[in-house]
């Protein structure tokens, strides 16, 4: 009998724990920036070495292309000296949805932050998902996942091809 309270104590305190981090996550942890929930990733590479790879990947892969054919990479908008993200759209072919990112030079413009921010369905594009925030912590860390193999990991290879050459 009391092993068995000793369960359901732990077996509460790691739901309160987990329930007290997801809360934190989805709700409080976006307070400051322009991109609260966005995650991101550094990629040792200048924006416009990663801008290339993303253009040449587009030749071969409908995922780094837009729908309508057009330039899936906005222009910066402004004059350039205060503006921080440069937009990329990018897509999922067999769920049919946008993925909404960017990309922003760091201090070091050796390195490029690359980040994942939303993921709009095609067939609804009123409803917009915006990553760490309207998932659940199980699909979040999938679609993050999904998003690292199916565009991080190839532009990071393309990079390393063009370096080689």
Known sequence: ????????????????????????????GGLAGSYPFAEHWE?????????????ELGRTNPGFRS???DENISSREGDGEGDYWLYIDLYYPDTR???????RPLADTTKTTFALVSLVSV??????RLINR??????????IRRFESTFVDKILEQIQKRRAR
């Open 1 to 28: 009998m009391k092993s068995i309270r000793w369960f359901i104590f732990i077996l509460m305190g790691f739901l309160l724990v987990w329930g007290c981090e997801e809360f934190l996550r989805r709700k409080v």
């Open 43 to 55: 990629i040792e590479a200048t924006e416009q070495e990663v801008i290339s790879a993303i253009r």
């Open 67 to 69: 729908l309508d054919k």
């Open 97 to 103: 949805e946008l993925v909404h990112s960017w990309t």
């Open 123 to 128: 067939d609804n594009p009123n409803d917009i």
């Open 134 to 143: 309207d998932f659940w912590f199980l699909p979040n860390r999938k679609q």
